[in-house]
């Protein structure tokens, strides 16, 4: 069964910097597709960047220059590096991927949008 736990987030003043993480566990043979959303209070949850298929990262308008993310296929982990935080950046953040999957006979499946629990991310003095 495929697992999605998120961490990094947490406090940090306006300016900081935090490193979230995604880690994927269970028979993963490879992520296909890897997003990070987020949601401030009373808000939509929005796109904050993605990897296409063809391998072009996307971000938001109000994240570029600021915001990266990558992923190690090796480890099954996605990451997202957040520098410049702002306060507005404060909210949970999820964790989006595509996964193929393979069991012990090597008979694979896709598990297309599976989501990370979300980690809260506080931008305060």
């Known amino acids: 069964q495929v697992q999605l736990v998120e961490s990094g987030g947490g406090l940090v003043q306006p300016g900081g910097s935090l490193r979230l993480s995604c880690a994927a566990s269970g028979s993963i043979f490879s992520i296909d597709a890897m997003a990070w959303y987020r949601q401030a209070p009373g808000k939509q949850r929005e796109l904050v960047a993605a990897i296409t298929s063809g391998g072009t990262t996307n971000y938001a308008d109000s994240v570029k220059g600021r915001f990266t993310l990558s992923g190690d296929r090796t480890k099954n982990t996605v990451y997202l590096q957040m520098n410049s935080l702002k306060p507005e950046d404060t909210a949970v953040y999820y964790c989006?991927?595509?996964?193929?999957?393979?069991?012990?006979?090597?008979?694979?499946?896709?598990?297309?949008?599976?989501w990370g629990q979300g980690t809260q991310v506080t931008v305060s003095s």
């Open positions: 989006n991927v595509d996964l193929t999957v393979c069991d012990s006979e090597l008979v694979c499946t896709s598990e297309r949008d599976r």
